[in-house]
């Protein structure tokens, strides 16, 4: 049974370019969770989806940020216009289906670095 | 949202328990206390969990104190392997019956050999 997959794990934009980066969950786990990471702090909580639904997305940016997590397919986080703020660890989590599940497993993170 | 406070780093010998603390003293009732390390900058990876009562499984033993305000993760026989940035995490549910993890800042656990 695979992990959580990410990709790509390195990621360089140049300032005002878009990135996206995606996330398989684990098979059979429906809900999707993303994280972003500053150097030396912890992970802080940016949205969270169902298939076809976001259902808390009270950590993410008003403004250039997006999320998705189609019927069929990996989720996607999409930062427009990115600035060199943006550079930091964006880590995935997957659960199983229930009412939120129980833990959360991460996969291995993509690391955006903005030029 | 409930907030952890940990201490930023700590050492172990190898072999002796790390007993790593958390103080969660703004808990709610139903909110569970997890922990997860995180080596070399991966994804954080899952150790335990726990509402009231103690718990230990195969990697670890979890203490909480009957107020619920802290606990404790104790690794038993600490490895070099185990050094990491161990996250006391109070998961959080909604107003929507949803769930979120509040990470802290982590405690940096350096295993010395």
């Known amino acids: 049974n695979a992990g959580v997959m990410q990709n790509p794990r390195h990621l360089v934009r140049r300032r005002g370019q878009e990135a996206r980066l995606r996330c398989s969950p684990m098979?059979?786990?429906?809900?999707v969770y993303w994280y972003r990471q500053l150097p030396e702090e912890g992970l802080k909580f940016m949205v969270y989806l169902q298939k076809e639904n976001i259902i808390d997305e009270s950590g993410m940016p008003k403004e250039r940020f997006s999320a998705e997590f189609p019927k069929e397919g990996p989720s996607i986080l999409r930062i427009q216009q990115v600035v060199r703020g943006d550079s930091a660890a964006y880590f995935c989590?997957?659960?199983?289906?229930?009412?939120?599940?129980?833990?959360?497993?991460f996969g291995p993170g993509t690391r955006l670095t903005v030029t | 949202d409930a907030k952890t406070t940990q201490p930023p780093s700590m050492d172990c010998a190898e072999g002796r328990a790390a007993n790593l603390p958390c103080n969660h003293s703004?808990?709610?009732?139903?909110?569970?206390v997890y922990w997860y390390r995180q080596i070399h900058s991966q994804g954080p990876q899952y150790i335990i969990h726990g509402l009231k009562n103690n718990e230990t499984n195969e990697m670890a033993s979890l203490i909480i104190t009957e107020d619920r305000k802290s606990s404790t993760l104790i690794l038993p026989h600490a490895t070099l392997r185990d050094t990491a940035v161990y996250y006391c995490?109070?998961?959080?549910?909604?107003?929507?019956?949803?769930?979120?993890?509040?990470f802290g800042t982590g405690t940096r656990l350096k295993v010395l050999a």
């Open positions: 995490i109070v998961r959080r549910t909604t107003t929507s019956g949803t769930y979120k993890y509040i």
């Open positions: 098979k059979g786990h429906s809900h």
């Open positions: 989590a997957s659960s199983p289906p229930g009412f939120g599940g129980n833990e959360q497993y």
């Open positions: 703004t808990i709610s009732g139903n909110e569970y």
